[in-house]
C-alpha cells in the first residue's frame, strides 16, 4: 500500500505502486513450507506471469472487490489455463467503498471460468466488513478492524445469515459432488456432507481445474488471509 510493499524490492516498483519482476519469498504456516512467487499484475509485464507459471504448483488470483476482474485478470488467467495450473480466487479490499463480492464472483463466472464457486460469505462490506462465513465448517471468522495483528475470532454464524449461509453450503456441495466422486458418494448417503469428506473432495476437484474456490477479505488489514493460507 503506497509503495510499502516488501516484495516490491525495485525503487521503480515503489515509485509507481506495482509490481515489475516477480519475486520470491518463502513463508510456514501450518507445519507446511510454502514458496511464494509474487507475479507482476500489470499488462506491460507478462512476460514476468508467463515465466512464473511454468513452475508454480497453483496460484491465487487476487481480484479487487470494486473494480472486479480486469483485462489482464483474463490475460493471466488465459496462461494459467494454458500450464494447467489449479487456482483459488481471492476478492480483495472488501472494506473499500463500492466493494460487491457477489458480483465479483458473478464477473468471474461469466469471464473466466463457470467453476468459480465461494467457499465463503462476507459479513458485511464497506466500512462494516467484519468477517466472514466459513461455508466447509459453517463457522463464523470475526475479524478486528482495530488492529491487523488481532487474532481472527471463530464463532457461530449470526442468525440474520444462517439462511443464506446454509443455501450458500448446500449450492458448495452440489458443485463438489459435480466435481469429484467422493463428495457425490457421500452426498448420496447425506445431503449434509461432513466437512472432512467435502474437504478431502474439494482438493482433489481444485487440483484438477474443476473447481475455483473463491474467498474474500482485506490483505491490508489482515482480514482473511489465515482462511486463504488454510486454503493453500
Known sequence: HE?????DFMIQEQERGITISSAATVCFWNGCQINLIDTPGHVDFTAEVERS???LDGAVAVFCAVGGVQPQSETVWRQADRYRV????????MDRTGADFEGVVESIRERLSPRAVPFQLPWGAEESFRGAIDLISLKAFVFD????AAPVRVEAVPAELAAAAERARAQLVERAAEADEGVLEAYLENPDVPADRLQAGIRRAVMAGSLV???CGSALRNQGVSALLDAV
Open 145 to 148: 478492524g482495530a488492529s491487523p
Open 53 to 55: 507459471l511454468r513452475v
Open 86 to 93: 489449479p487456482r483459488i480466487a481471492f476478492v480483495n479490499k
Open 213 to 215: 474456490p473463491v474467498l
Open 3 to 7: 509503495g510499502t510493499a516488501t516484495m
